[in-house]
């Protein structure tokens, strides 16, 4: 009996797996260049799936007095730490309507757990070095990616549907498209995106911050 449950159990998983599509996003500047760290997400509008954060703590470091990730996609619900592996003190904060929140100046592992939950875009910031800003994209989709150095994210275990693809990136804001996915289906979408210049503070030219320790 327990090797039939078992039987069943695994022709089932065999199942889900051959019925499961994949999207792989490819996203380019209008030169034709990769674009690294854009967020692409797919959800169901008619049938929205839900969502599991995870159990442990997604990390969001400051070391050589800059945030890493620079961008970082999450679910809602998920708790966020921000260590500060730095010898100088920060000061994280943000000041976004999907979560406000500071942590007071602090060296070593972070004072507070933050958790995120309401989606949206959520910019950090530093009180004391005012170049250090990354981003925490809050989703309310499990099916999401970031693309890397070569501008791909690939999107698997889609269930056969119509789904709405959006790709998000700090200077590019949203843009999106519709797509069915069938069963086993694996599809390249090409997203161009129109980048905004970068606006962000520079770096000091000291960034010893020896008042701060």
Not at 93 to 112: C, M, N, Q, T
Not at 178 to 184: C, G, I
């Amino acid at each position: 009996m327990k090797r039939l449950a078992a039987a069943v159990l695994l022709a089932a998983s065999l199942l889900t797996a051959r019925a499961a599509g994949t999207v792989r996003v490819f996203t380019r500047d209008t030169g034709g260049r990769p674009v690294a760290d854009a967020v692409a997400y797919l959800s169901d509008p008619d049938s929205p799936a839900p969502v599991s954060p995870p159990a442990d703590p997604v990390a969001i470091t400051q070391k050589d007095q800059e945030f890493s990730p620079y961008v970082t996609p999450i679910v809602v619900g998920t708790k966020v730490v921000f260590p500060n592996l730095d010898n100088v003190q920060h000061h994280v904060y943000s000041v976004s309507p999907a979560k406000r929140f500071e942590i007071p100046l602090y060296i070593g592992d972070s004072k507070e757990t933050i958790v995120f939950d309401r989606p949206g875009i959520v910019t950090l910031g530093c009180n004391i070095h005012d170049w250090m800003v990354a981003y925490v994209f809050v989703l309310s989709t499990p099916y999401y990616a970031k693309t890397g150095a070569d501008g791909t994210a690939e999107v698997s275990g889609l269930p056969p549907g119509r789904y709405r693809l959006e790709v998000w990136h700090p200077r590019a804001g949203t843009v999106g498209r519709d797509l069915v996915v069938t069963e086993s289906s694996d599809t390249t979408q090409v997203i161009s995106v129109v980048l905004k210049p970068d606006h962000r503070i520079r770096r000091a030219p000291d960034a010893g911050g020896a008042d701060y320790k």
